[in-house]
């Protein structure tokens, strides 16, 4: 009835719904295939401070994936009739790997020295207060990171034009930035108290989820920085 009342098949609320679970599903199992070669030993890996170096390895593969993912979702159509979200993840790959691997490979690499130094705090012998100083730092990290992900993938800039708007919205969009740390702590939450496994099994609706709190972000960005 929905889609009679909206004039023709695949315009109505429930096609509408229906196109958007099957996106999801199908972006679900591409985030699949394209971590997998870092999702199965990251699984099998004890969870020790030792393997921290092991552990930002593996997580190499996640950057240009979430990538594709966020591409193929901001490109989803509503129309049952006009469904392609599979081609649009492979465009999102294709375009995003390298820039994608150029701005989360150090970013990784910061993460993973602050979680050893964390890890090691009683044989550095430092003070607590650096402790909480390298939480923040890392906290901030992600964020800025977060906010960097979406750019790259949804827009064409240059690394550090990229990398200067990342910071500039993390205090222009404070709304956005808490939605994103919402998001973070909900994947920290389901890999700490689950495993990695589940976090990827719920890839798709978290980056859906992340797309939705930044589009006032790319909205302006669309608007204001781009011709």
Do not use: K
Not at 139 to 167: C, E, K, P, Y
């Amino acid at each position: 009835m929905a889609d009679l009342a909206a004039g023709r098949f695949g315009q109505g609320v429930l096609s509408r719904a229906a196109a958007l679970v099957y996106s999801l599903l199908v972006v679900e199992l591409l985030l699949l295939a394209t971590t997998l070669p870092g999702l199965v030993p990251l699984v099998l890996l004890e969870r020790d401070a030792s393997n921290i170096p092991l552990f930002a390895a593996c997580a190499l593969p996640l950057g240009p994936a979430v990538a594709a993912a966020l591409y193929a979702l901001h490109h989803h159509r509503a129309d049952l009739a006009d469904l392609t979200p599979a081609t649009a993840f492979w465009r999102g790959y294709r375009l995003n790997v390298g820039p994608v691997l150029r701005v989360w490979a150090p970013l990784l690499l910061w993460l993973a020295v602050v979680a050893v130094n964390l890890a090691h705090l009683d044989a550095a012998a430092v003070p607590r207060w650096w402790a909480a100083l390298l939480v923040v730092l890392a906290v901030a990290a992600a964020l800025w990171g977060t906010n960097l992900l979406v750019i790259t993938s949804l827009f064409d800039f240059r690394v550090r034009d990229a990398a200067r708007l990342a910071s500039y919205f993390l205090v222009r969009r404070p709304a956005v930035t808490l939605g994103n740390l919402s998001v973070l702590v909900a994947a920290a939450g389901l890999t700490v108290l689950l495993s990695e496994a589940v976090l990827t099994l719920s890839g798709a609706l978290l980056v859906f989820v992340l797309l939705r709190n930044c589009r006032p972000m790319v909205g302006q960005i669309s608007r204001e920085f781009t011709a």
